[in-house]
């Protein structure tokens, strides 16, 4: 992420979460908070708990970002770049607030006839390839719960179609052949199956690289009448460090109702 | 299968509970924010560094990035962490770090340090790398705590000790690790029973000349990797040693420790100018040395006062302030014979007759020829009080500095300094982390007998950031046991004119590492200068000797 970016996500941020821009500037935010998203971000359980037991006027915080720095450092607000920890809180803060979600495509009507509206789930993923080294894959899959057929890269199909979160006029849902708890399972098998297909060799390196350390570990014991807990510890230890495994977790996904004519397949 | 997978179900058993209850849901602006930012929090690859563009504040030299992408992509997380003084090894460990914690393959991490440097090393991770670590204060801090920084000592003892034994530390750094070369101490047998995954032993001194400890500490962050002790011992201790035998140590070693050197670096370092200041004593400080001296032939006295003598000399050469204290002291030592507390008075009584301190006057002229700051060491603090008072007559405002300070004065008195004052007099180099090269002048008043110290003096201005030549000024006193030192010893070695990280090599190398005893055991032992010159000649031969020799088990740091 770019510095402009950043900007434009953290406006986005404010935005959708109903908070008032008091400045904007190409480069800085000033915002007031909503009381959720200062209880989110600002860190004040005690502030909430006694407005909570007073029952005083709640007065949440206002934030005012920087994305730009000026040259001599002046310039109230915070700064923020890619690493603060200011935007991997929000960040974070994303996660919790749109990890689960129900779509209905906004199909334009022109004639009386009600129109159906296909269930789908759709998942976002993260495939964590983890040893003593760590790599992630994002997919994004959403499967037709009505004749089970799966498509990858859904969410780019999902950002060009309408979608509103009331079931429009003239529209109804089909109900779902495969349930969403037997939906989820599907999609993960399907990750599963591309992840036994991928090249194996990161595992096998790590692997390679765990019984080296372990057999020197060995060795170094070797004499020993009984192997002392450092033995123990260090084995331990070595486990955890090389053991390949594979991490599958969902980002966040939902449920949409698209119409039928969306050419998935 | 070579890899296990497994799914994380704590999204899906929400998502049905939702399901049942008909949301809440997420507006669609908010699902897609979530998605673009774990997008940008990808690791897109195994290899290479993503901490780079988190910090974008910290200027990341190119050396200091090799180390990180070495120790990761070759070492596996586990290295000895080698760079000579001043490049950086901080740096290095925190990036590392860093690194480890944005990929999720570290979240619990313990930092051991001296206890002097708990809160600097609390403070730069926060401010430069922004990670939350915290100083251990309270027992709990162990166990609620991600990023703990404790020294050895509060961590080994208990209660602490079995609280951080039980935690699974997935990367634990050690600051100063060359301490832990003797596997017979507690610490090292602490150290030994930590459960880490990944281990960073920082040092600027790993190479001794004894090999069991290079061993030692080798095995300490993998074991094995020399082999072990029995099989060690056979290969490179016992009659087998040879160069061949060496070459192969040296490799095995490199592929657990990196170390720069300055000159591989690649960075321009500035220039040190030294020059040495003759003084002259004037005819009462020359009369009281004399007198001093002369205890020496009293046969009962040089008994009792043993190195006292040594100590006194060398305190004339600095002020008398300095001798007095001593001097003051020895004369209320209980047990001590009516002969040498008298002797003690006597030479009190001698001291008044001292009416000027000739080095102080030449400082002063020094110190107003330059249009910058200055910097002053000296051993003794009651010369660091008289020389505060001294240039205050002549209105020139100091600031006092001392080892034993505490942290917030250290950095108040550095910008006292900085803003306010031209001279800074410092008993000490004032210990690691305190960094003055916005100034290029630094006077050494008086020699310590250890030259690393004077390395670190040095050290605390000719360092990465310094941009101008550096100006050493070194005082000897004529005629004089510290004279003795500078032109017998001190420039023969090139001390002064040698980076930093050179001479401790040299001194472990040829096993000097109480050099400053060797000094002493000398200047006692000689009855005649004749005798003190052939020995300090002896010795200086020794240490410039070595300094053509390849450096045994030092690693290249480059391959």
């Known amino acids: ?265 | 299968m070579t890899f296990s997978i497994q799914h994380d179900q704590t999204w899906a058993s929400d998502f049905l509970k939702r399901m049942d209850e008909d949301g809440p849901w997420a507006n669609w602006e908010l699902y897609q924010l979530a998605l673009e930012a774990e997008k940008s929090l990808i690791i897109p690859e195994f290899l290479g560094l993503q901490a780079p563009r988190h910090i974008p504040h910290v200027q990341i030299l190119p050396h200091q990035l090799e180390v990180a992408r070495k120790v990761i992509e070759d070492m596996n997380g586990k290295g000895i962490l080698a760079d000579e003084v001043g490049l950086g090894k901080t740096i290095e460990a925190g990036l590392i770090m860093k690194e480890y914690m944005i990929r999720g393959l570290a979240k619990k991490i313990l930092i051991l340090v001296p206890a002097s440097l708990v809160i600097q090393w609390t403070h730069e991770l926060n401010t430069k790398f922004l990670i939350p670590a915290v100083p251990q204060k309270k027992a709990y801090v162990w166990e609620q705590c991600d990023v703990v920084v404790s020294s050895i000592d509060t961590a080994k003892r208990s209660p602490h000790r079995d609280i951080v034994l039980n935690q699974d530390y997935d990367l634990i750094i050690i600051d100063e690790a060359h301490k832990l070369k003797n596997k017979k101490t507690k610490n090292y047998e602490f150290v030994q029973h930590l459960k880490k995954k990944y281990c960073l032993l920082l040092t600027a001194t790993p190479i001794q000349n004894r090999v069991e400890e290079v061993f030692n500490l080798v095995s300490l962050l993998k074991p094995g990797h020399l082999g072990n002790e029995e099989y060690f011992d056979e290969a490179y201790r016992s009659g087998k040693y040879n160069v061949q035998n060496e070459e192969k140590l040296k490799q095995l070693i490199n592929k657990v420790m990196v170390r720069n050197r300055r000159e591989d670096t690649g960075l321009e370092w500035p220039k040190r100018i030294v020059k040495t200041i003759p003084i002259t004593l004037s005819p009462t400080e020359r009369q009281l040395y004399e007198s001093i001296t002369n205890t020496r032939k009293n046969t009962t006295l040089a008994q009792q006062h043993a190195f006292s003598t040594i100590t006194l000399q060398r305190e004339v050469c600095s002020s008398r302030e300095a001798v007095f204290l001593t001097l003051k002291a020895m004369s209320e030592k209980e047990g001590i014979s009516d002969e040498a507390r008298n002797s003690a008075i006597n030479l009190m009584q001698e001291i008044e007759n001292v009416d000027r301190n000739s080095k102080a006057e030449k400082a002063l002229e020094i110190i107003q020829s330059i249009d910058d700051k200055v910097i002053i060491f000296t051993e003794y603090r009651a010369t660091q009080l008289y020389l505060q008072w001294y240039l205050k007559q002549h209105g020139i405002s100091s600031v006092p500095f001392r080892g034993g300070f505490k942290r917030n004065k250290k950095d108040w008195m550095t910008h006292l300094f900085k803003n306010h004052a031209k001279v800074l007099i410092a008993t000490e180099a004032g210990g690691e982390g305190i960094n003055l090269q916005f100034c290029q002048h630094i006077i050494n008043y008086d020699l310590p007998w250890n030259p690393m110290r004077i390395e670190q003096r040095i050290g605390r201005v000719h360092r990465i950031g310094q941009e101008h030549d550096v100006h050493i000024y070194n005082f000897a006193t004529e005629n004089t046991i510290e004279e003795h030192i500078l032109r017998l010893l001190y420039e023969k070695i090139n001390l002064f004119e040698n980076v930093i990280g050179d001479l401790d090599e040299i001194l472990s190398r040829v096993g000097m590492k109480n050099i400053e005893q060797h000094i002493r055991d000398i200047f006692y032992d000689s009855d005649t200068d004749g005798e003190v010159r052939i020995k300090m000649d002896n010795l200086t031969s020794l240490l410039t000797y070595s300094d053509g020799e390849g450096d045994s088990y030092a690693s290249e740091g480059h391959s």
């Open chain 1, 1 to 265: 992420m770019l510095q402009k970016d950043i900007h434009n996500f953290l406006e986005r941020y404010f935005n959708s979460n109903d908070c008032e821009l008091l400045e904007r500037y190409e480069s800085m935010l000033h915002v007031q908070l909503t009381i959720e998203l200062d209880k989110l971000l600002m860190n004040r359980p005690f502030y909430w708990h006694y407005q909570q037991m007073t029952g005083a006027e709640p007065n949440p915080m206002k934030l005012k970002l920087r994305t730009e720095q000026a040259e001599d450092g002046s310039g109230d607000g915070e700064f923020i770049h890619f690493g603060s920890p200011r935007l991997h809180q929000i960040f974070q803060s994303t996660k919790q607030l749109g990890s689960y979600i129900r779509l209905y495509e906004n199909v334009m009507q022109n004639n009386q006839s009600y129109i159906p509206l296909v269930p789908w789930l759709g998942l976002n993923i993260k495939v964590s390839y983890q040893c003593d080294r760590k790599k992630d894959l994002l997919h994004s899959i959403g499967l037709n719960l009505i004749n089970g057929i799966m498509v990858s890269e859904f969410q780019s199909l999902l950002q060009a179609k309408p979608l509103t979160p009331k079931i429009p006029d003239y529209c109804y849902t089909m109900s779902s052949m495969i349930k969403p708890v037997s939906g989820i399972k599907r999609i993960e098998s399907y990750i599963e199956q591309s992840i036994l297909e991928d090249d194996p060799q990161w595992s096998i390196d790590a692997r390679k690289r765990w019984q080296e350390d372990e057999e020197l570990l060995d060795h170094f014991y070797q004499d020993a009448e009984e192997l002392p807990e450092s033995y123990h510890v260090e084995k331990q230890a070595l486990k955890e460090l090389y053991e390949p495994k594979v991490i599958v977790q969902i980002i966040n996904g939902g449920m949409f109702y698209l119409s039928n004519h969306t050419m998935m397949h």
